[in-house]
């Protein structure tokens, strides 16, 4: 059974830095693309980024272009989400999601895989 598990969140003042990692386990994760989602107080859970499997190709939100870096590790079954220049907006939980590929990023329903979340936390 695949169990994905978020780590890296925190509080940090706007203009800094966190990064989150998500470990996969169960498995082999390589074959799986791999997004992080953010979902804020009273919002719906949107898209920040995706890796493909192979992590040659990633996939950014808007409002993480320039900001965010998503990469993996296959040979320790992780990827993380590199955050620069936080800002107060980028307040939320954070997601790790896993799915086979060939689906659209960008809706929940293409994931089969979700970790409990990691909250993070920007002050302005």
């Known amino acids: 059974q695949v169990q994905l598990v978020e780590s890296g969140g925190g509080s940090v003042q706007a203009g800094g830095s966190l990064r989150l990692s998500c470990a996969a386990s169960g498995r082999s994760y390589s074959g799986y693309a791999v997004s992080w989602f953010r979902q804020a107080p009273g919002k719906e859970r949107v898209f920040v980024a995706g890796?493909?499997?192979?992590?040659?190709?990633?996939y950014y939100a808007d409002s993480a272009k320039g900001r965010f870096t998503i990469s993996r590790d296959n040979a320790k079954n992780t990827v993380h989400l590199q955050m620069n220049s936080l800002k107060s907006e980028d307040t939320a939980v954070y997601y790790c999601?896993?799915?086979?590929?060939?689906?659209?990023?960008?809706?929940?329903?293409?994931?089969?895989?979700w970790g409990q979340g990691t909250q993070v936390t920007v002050s302005a």
């Open positions: 890796v493909t499997g192979s992590g040659v190709s990633t």
């Open positions: 999601a896993g799915g086979r590929g060939g689906r659209s990023w960008y809706a929940t329903t293409s994931y089969d895989h």
